[in-house]
């Protein structure tokens, strides 16, 4: 079977990329991404060091996780990767760390509300919290599921964050907006009692940054 | 027309220096400059990779935002520095960015008194912090005029921050040290109660910093 | 006597590495481990600077702390790290450091439970904190020895940290895990009330973590 | 006059370490050095990039602050470093920083006890925080030589910190170490009440840290 190369590297750099923002150390978290043409996921091997990882060294599988290429076992979070890609056709990329400002609202149960014109921006609305799920079967995967709504991320009790997007590229994006966000957000709920943006407000922002922004009307 | 290339190069190096000094993130802010004579402004163009950035790429559009030279499409927030430029003629460069300990302060829509000498150094005045205003015609250019004092700097509440600068280097040099007088105060209001300089102690460092700092005397 | 060359490099490589992440500033800190078969152990020259460290400026000594290869004198914590290869023959790196967030933990004599899944999977119990031990004689390894439970880690009040493992990588990762859950519990715990796992949900992420996680089943 | 080449360079990379240690940002800050033999003191150019300094820009004047090589203008802060030099002939380098955990304790005229074992070694007593003092004739090194303890550190109220060593290199030691314990210290501080340690412990670890550490002995 043909590997998507083009899908491969993307993913690669999707790793790379949360290792070199600082959201991943060692061996946490993932990026993977979907071929939905010929229904391949590419995914970061379990355990392996982000600063030596090459793009060969990602796992390629089909969608109920049976390895199609790559020398590795895969993420053992592939589950939950797949789960979304099964159950939300518009997603293309998925990416999953415990970056350290998110997830303390995680492990507090605490989603993120619309405090900043930038969650505005890129989520259009608060970030929810999944409750609590250990890491059997589908749990955590109906638990993202369950709670997402219309933002491209979730954070996930105790544990950490996952980011969605229509492509690697996309849940990046998501990924390192999340933390960024929720670093001021913490720094803010140290010092005083922020208040979110009305929701008129927050579609202001949205609509401007999902039409006009970016380089996609030339 | 011709391209003024000095600035083109300068507000190029000013979007470069906000990504390297962590006070951007992914496309978040903007750096850019005007060329009095000409009537021209140079911009980051919007929604693109900083480290992908090239001197090339920045948008050269007239005082009222026509393009004029350049293959991308400018800043969504140009509108703001445009408004900036042609309210106060001593502005040669002006940088937006979302950093996070100055942006802790205006999610609580709070200024930041000049607590240190650094703030009397560089700012000189108590940074004011811009009531909410959202993203439609010049409500935010409006707003950053008002509120704008002698500092070099403003808040944006629930948003982000605009500095100030006759060069874009100097607009650069405001953003940076914003933020690290920012966390600094952070931390001590964690801590305690400080309390500002009087206004006269704020002087002698202002007129200190302004007059036989740096080597302009030479 | 032969210089365990493999070990050498290994050491080295864990001694940059804690630095690299920052783990460690100036000379705090130190790396060993130990070559069973032969008796010997290898660490980190004392007060000597990370970024001009070489392969071949690691101290090689016996079990009984006698220097037998090297130029310099080696890390004054030695005695610490010779009590843990002595009275603990499954463990094979050690690193010392006083990264921040753990330390703050350590400066308060307060354990780290088991509040996230990423301690769940590294190390599997809470963390425990060593109560204060001077630099004299076999205090510091002795309080070490009694309050280790299975964690990888422990804390040393007013001091640091320590942790352990098969490998002076092993011990690496756990150094940097160590720090990483540390920053995001402490930051919660600024924030709210994060509660602990409860034993039956630390024991399936442990077990998961240690069984089917990475590349060891291929 | 002779330019005291080795010294130069000493002090050039004295003052590119603060920066690349995240201990200053854009202009601020200042790390010189004495020539006691030749009377001759090197420092920082006043408002140079760091990133574009190099050891051929470093300011020489004599013991009085008259110059004596170098194209530039010395640092402001200048005064305060020389009168340290003249009423303490053992200190041989001296470095100003505002680095931010430091400096959030001085916003507060606040000392910091010695919390902790790598206080104990590198300080060996409380670091002090001098009054407020402006910027006008030696009000400065007054106060610093009032205030200063036999800690090679202290702060200023409101300010920033001073640190000094028998040379630049041990006044950069003592300037990265203060930062990083008062980033520990400030971080239990928002958890708990840390305690400062015993003056008996103190001296344990201050005399080893200056007699047995390091490569002196060899």
Known sequence: MKIPEQLRREVWEANLAIYRAGLVTMHSGNASGVDRRRGLVVIKPSGMDYDKLRSEDMVVTDLEGRKVSGRWQPSVDLPHHLYIYKHRPDIGGVIHTHSNYATSFALLN??????????ADEFGAEIPCV??????GDHMGEGILKYMGNAPAVLLAQ????TFGATPRAALKAAVMLEDVAKTCHLALLLGKPRPLPAKEVRKWYERYHTTYGQTRR
């Open 110 to 119: 605490r989603p993120i509300p619309v405090y900043l014109t930038a969650i």
């Open 131 to 136: 409750p609590y799920a250990d890491n059997q």
């Open 159 to 162: 544990h950490g964050v996952f």
